[in-house]
């Protein structure tokens, strides 16, 4: 198997960019497809991208997936920053029928 | 509106059993795959078990391999996840989630119920 590895916390002023990655330790990061969830404080999770750079219905496209493979990393880039917008952010992706979710980016809007 | 309720979490002693239950509704259940995700407290995400539309294909995640069951019956639209051997680390809340798209399942979460807590505590 391998692992998932986010930054533990990130923070950025309103209105500004920021990006979250997520690294993949073994395997190509485009073997298999990247998703990304938000999980607001209190609050059970909810995808924000599937599939790399796919946004479900009712997700603003602040939003946007990508996946670099020279670092075998994907990332969650979020611009226009909202103070909705803290939250916990975290990539998941599969290898050989186990899903396997990052350890979790803590977003703080200052 | 696809909704995923969860029920059967509680308060459980150390080496017990608990059965979740998820119900769903706002799709056509028997097509698509299902999962169980767990969070424990103050903690990220831990894939459980996932089963495939047709029950014919399930997978462990290893902290749990041998210790639990995933199972449906699409007549009830329903998902279950049977707890056994219970330990403190076990304490989560657990997550059904539905997978994407239908016919095989993909791994890939597209809506997730609001969880129920399991505790396990002597």
């Known amino acids: 198997n391998f692992m998932l590895t986010q930054p533990h916390s990130v923070s950025e002023s309103p209105g500004k960019t920021v990006t979250i990655s997520c690294t993949r330790s073994s395997g190509n990061i485009a073997s298999s497809s990247v998703q990304w969830y938000q999980q607001r404080p209190h609050s059970a999770p909810a995808t924000l991208i599937y599939e790399y750079n796919q946004r479900p219905s009712g997700v603003p496209d602040r939003f946007s997936g990508s996946i670099d493979s020279s670092s075998n990393s994907a990332s969650l880039t979020i611009s226009g920053l909202q103070s909705e917008d803290e939250a916990d952010y975290y990539c998941?992706?599969?290898?050989?029928?186990?899903?396997?979710f990052g350890g979790g980016t803590k977003l703080t809007v200052l | 509106e696809v909704q995923l309720v969860e029920s059967g979490g509680g308060l459980v002693k150390p080496g017990g059993s608990l059965r979740l239950s998820c119900a769903a509704s706002g799709f056509t259940f028997s097509n698509y795959g299902m999962n169980w995700v767990r969070q424990a407290p103050g903690e990220g995400l831990e894939w459980v078990s996932s089963i495939s539309s047709n029950s014919i294909h399930t997978y462990y995640g290893d902290s749990v391999k041998g210790r639990v069951t995933i199972s449906r019956d699409d007549a009830r639209n329903s998902v279950y996840l049977q707890l056994n051997s219970l330990r403190a680390e076990d304490t989560a809340v657990y997550y059904c989630?539905?997978?994407?798209?239908?016919?095989?399942?993909?791994?890939?979460?597209?809506?997730w119920g609001r969880g129920t807590p399991v505790t396990v505590s002597s």
């Open positions: 998941q992706s599969s290898d050989y029928y186990n899903l396997v």
């Open positions: 989630t539905k997978d994407i798209y239908q016919g095989q399942l993909i791994f890939v979460i597209d809506y």
